[in-house]
Each structure stands twice: as structure tokens, then as C-alpha cells.
């Protein structure tokens, strides 16, 4: 097996974690939030729902910044997450499209491409790998504090505020804006 096709199964099993984590998730735990210090700001306001989304958003920004060229821009997730608003079900299925777009922006890359430089969401230059690398170690990371918080949610009738205000507010100055 070559470096890209570890990469790729990588980020495949890890997503399907990240999936099977996600699919016992009802909406009112969804939208519960995780108390936070004040001023602290985890990427997301602390709900489950604001974690999937974060994880969607930075697959279409990785995969743009890196290899297509920039063509999705941070304004356009955030318009995307207005729209998806709080949405548990439009959420999952808008992650399962961002896998899709994230895969197929680096799927015509070679082994020996894999050592070229790319850009990340912040203008930092970085080998392919390390990238395609980084995004399956996130949807590992966010499926772990998933699995946690699920558990130890109360339901909440009340759904967090749209993700799309976080991005305008945190990503504003970042490359792709």
C-alpha cells in the first residue's frame, strides 16, 4: 500500500467513526452546550451540532485552500450555516457532502504528489500529506468529544446560535475570506 492509499483509509475510517459517533445524536442534545469559561472559544460555541458543522466547514475550506484553487470561500460556509441553521438532520447530511467534496479535491493526487506544498486555511505552507493527514486526525478528535458530550448532555430546547456568525467573527482576516 502506497502513502496515498493509507492516507485515504485513513480518512475514510476515520470519518466513518466520526459517522457511527454522530448517528445516536438527537437533535435536543445536538443543540446542548457545553458551559464555557468566560472568553474561551473552542471552534466552535461548545454544541455538538457547532462541532459537526466546524468539521464540515474546515473539509470545504481545507480542500479549497490546498487543491481547488479557492474556489469555496469562508463567507460562503458562513452563508451555508445561516442557512443549515440548527438543523441536526441538514447538518449531518451537509457533512456527509463535505466529505465528499474533501476526498474528491485530493483524490487525482499521486504518492509521489503527496510531498508537494499546499496551502492550509491560513495561508501556511505545508506538504499535501501533512494536510490530508491533519483533516482525518480532526474528524478523530471531534468524534471523541462527541462521543463524550452525548453522554453527558441534558436535551436542550434551545438551539445554539447560527455557526455562520462564529465564522464571521473568527475568520474574517483569514486567507479565502
Not at 20 to 34: H, L, N
Request: aromatic residues 8%; proline residues 4%.
Amino acid at each position: 500500500m502506497d502513502a496515498k492509499a493509507l492516507l485515504e483509509l485513513i480518512a475514510k475510517r476515520n470519518f466513518e467513526d466520526l459517522c457511527e459517533t454522530t448517528s445516536t445524536v438527537e437533535e435536543a442534545v445536538s443543540w446542548a452546550v457545553v458551559p464555557l469559561k468566560e472568553g474561551e472559544y473552542l471552534n466552535t460555541d461548545g454544541a455538538i451540532l457547532s462541532m459537526v458543522q466546524h468539521v464540515a466547514c474546515c473539509k470545504r475550506m481545507y480542500a479549497s485552500a490546498a487543491f481547488m484553487d479557492g474556489e469555496v470561500r469562508w463567507r460562503d460556509c458562513a452563508d451555508r450555516y445561516d442557512a443549515i441553521g440548527s438543523d441536526w438532520a441538514k447538518t449531518v447530511e451537509d457533512l456527509r457532502d463535505a466529505q465528499r467534496y474533501w476526498l474528491a479535491s485530493w483524490n487525482g493526487l499521486t504518492a509521489e504528489d503527496l510531498e508537494g506544498i499546499r496551502l492550509s486555511i491560513r495561508g501556511k505552507e505545508l506538504p499535501a500529506w501533512r494536510i490530508i493527514n491533519a483533516m482525518a486526525q480532526h474528524d478523530a478528535y471531534h468524534a471523541g468529544q462527541i462521543e463524550i458530550l452525548k453522554v453527558t448532555l441534558q436535551p436542550s430546547e434551545t438551539p445554539p446560535p447560527s455557526m455562520g456568525d462564529d465564522i464571521r467573527k473568527y475568520c474574517r482576516d483569514l486567507p479565502n475570506w
